[in-house]
């Protein structure tokens, strides 16, 4: 992979971030939902305060994928209380893996998500699970592909839309 550096973000990277963050949620799910629930939803997750206080979270990390000094993607992970769902203390969840859209295809996803499984296993973590969108069949692949298998779904509010998400985990 062509000069592909993974760093771990800070507060400074709070604006990068928002902008990167809105960008690819933007490129990966507007064409399948409506422009309403979209904004209604950006509104609340993509503001910069929000990821501020995600990035100052001791229990979640941001790493930024760097492709010749363009940022091009990122990864969130989450552990105990900062976990979305299930609060395991003996589990992380990854909770978004984003490339922007002119960049996929080029293992940068891979890349982060290997990431994921270096950092778990590192701390020890029995399991990674996350929650995948079940009309993202190319995520739902990806995550197959590398060991992931459902066990349960859940809700996942956009704007006023319930969505079903499917759980999926590794046991590490």
Avoid: C
Avoid at 8 to 21: E, H, N, R, Y
Avoid at 37 to 42: F, N, P, S, V
Avoid at 97 to 123: C, H, N, P, S
């Amino acid at each position: 992979m062509e000069n592909l550096e993974i760093r771990k973000a800070t507060s400074k990277d709070t604006a990068l971030l928002l902008t990167i963050g809105r960008q690819t949620f933007f490129e990966k799910f507007n064409d399948d939902n409506s422009e309403e629930h979209m904004l209604q939803y950006a509104s609340e997750a993509y503001t910069f305060e929000k990821i501020a206080s995600e990035v100052n979270n001791a229990n979640s990390q941001f790493y930024l994928a760097t492709l010749n000094n363009q940022t091009v993607g990122y990864l969130k992970i989450n552990f105990g209380e900062a976990q979305t769902e299930l609060k395991d203390p003996q589990a992380l969840e990854l909770e978004r893996i984003y490339v922007l859209k002119e960049f996929q295809g080029r293992k940068i996803g891979q890349v982060l998500f290997d990431k994921t499984l270096e950092i778990a296993k590192q701390a020890r973590f029995n399991y990674v699970w996350l929650g995948v969108w079940n009309k993202n069949s190319g995520a739902i692949k990806f995550y197959e592909k590398n060991g992931l298998k459902a066990f349960s779904s859940h809700v996942f509010m956009l704007g006023n839309d319930p969505q079903t998400d499917i759980m999926m985990k590794i046991e590490l």
